[in-house]
């Protein structure tokens, strides 16, 4: 029997194991992904448990919010 995760990274198995609770899907973070990265630009002791979550275990959504964080850095917003 061959080892399902001979192939995945340490980051990849990390980033399935995260605890996602409470849950928020894709969608949902995406429309509320720029409101919570400027509310963090602002505020860097803003927390909103459920974004947190969900950027913690889905790689596409963190690279997004990442690229918007950066795009308002190089414009100095």
């Known amino acids: 029997m061959s080892d399902p995760t ?4 340490a ?3 990390a980033g399935l194991l995260v605890d996602t609770s409470p849950y928020l899907s894709c969608d949902d973070c995406f429309a509320q992904l720029d409101v919570y990265v400027e509310r963090r ?7 909103d448990p459920a974004m ?3 950027l913690a ?3 596409a959504c963190a690279e997004e919010a990442a ?3 950066e795009l308002l850095d ?3 917003v």
């Not at 001979?6 to 990274?9: A, G, I, N, P, T």
């Open 6 to 9: 001979r192939d995945l990274s």
């Open 11 to 13: 980051e990849t198995i």
């Open 41 to 47: 630009r602002a505020d860097a002791e803003f927390e």
């Open 52 to 54: 947190v979550a969900h």
């Open 57 to 59: 275990g889905c790689g």
């Open 67 to 69: 690229t918007l964080q």
């Open 74 to 76: 190089e414009d100095g």
